[in-house]
């Protein structure tokens, strides 16, 4: 089943304490990126990656780190989390960018962060 | 910046109504697309718009791009209780941007 997958789906932490949530894809997409959503205020892109090795800011980057290693995988990192990175964060994937709008993005079920 | 604006925030209606929503933009875009998220999920496109003027219909769904390519608007007629969950649009100009949402609730 083609599938965006990302874990965990919930993860409770301390501020400080650096945590990873992975993604994966299946459907050898080369566009991938990440993004978080608050209340209010829909769904902000933090990263994104157009390829292999290739890695760009989206509109909130700061506290984020990512890798694009290999196709499948794209690691989301935040080295010292921070309470105000308490959200629900969407891993998604697409066919490339420029046919994206063509061929849809597709969504991970997401993964609940509350950091204290 | 570009400014987006989705409304109305949050809907409570009764099944079988129609539902109507929008949102507007002070730039222009080439696309514009609509997503739902149904609960613990995450979204799933529903309707795509490519040309200014487009009414597309999916089912009992109709979305139309704005004649100005500044704005969109998602209809949702007879509204069942599966239609509940958070509905973004998307308009799509250099980069895909998301809307704040609509938020559906459904009175069976």
């Known amino acids: 089943e083609a599938q965006v997958t990302q874990n965990p789906r919930y993860l409770i932490t301390v501020t400080g304490k650096k945590l990873t949530v992975t993604c994966s894809q299946n459907m050898n997409h080369e566009y991938m990126s990440w993004y978080r959503q608050d209340p209010g205020l829909g769904l902000r892109q933090i990263y994104y990656?157009?390829?292999?090795?290739?890695?760009d800011k989206g509109d909130v980057p700061e506290g984020y780190k990512v890798s694009r290693k290999e196709k499948r995988n794209f690691p989301l990192i935040l080295e010292s989390p921070s309470p105000n990175q308490t959200s629900l964060y969407f891993c998604a994937s697409a066919l490339d960018l420029l046919s994206s709008y063509n061929s849809p993005l597709h969504f991970g079920n997401g993964t609940r962060l509350t950091v204290t | 910046g570009q400014q987006l604006n989705q409304s109305p925030q949050s809907m409570f209606i009764q099944e079988g109504e129609d539902v109507s929503m929008n949102c507007t933009s002070s730039s222009i875009f080439n696309t514009w697309l609509w997503y739902k998220q149904d609960p613990g999920e995450g979204p799933v496109l529903l309707i795509a718009l490519y040309k200014a003027g487009e009414l597309t219909s999916n089912g009992r769904l109709t979305a139309q791009f704005g004649i100005t390519r500044k704005d969109s608007f998602l209809n949702i007629s007879a509204s069942i209780p599966s239609d509940v969950g958070i509905y973004f649009c998307a308009p799509w100009g250099n980069k895909l941007v998301f809307g704040a949402g609509t938020i559906l609730r459904v009175k069976s």
């Open positions: 990656s157009m390829n292999v090795e290739v890695t």
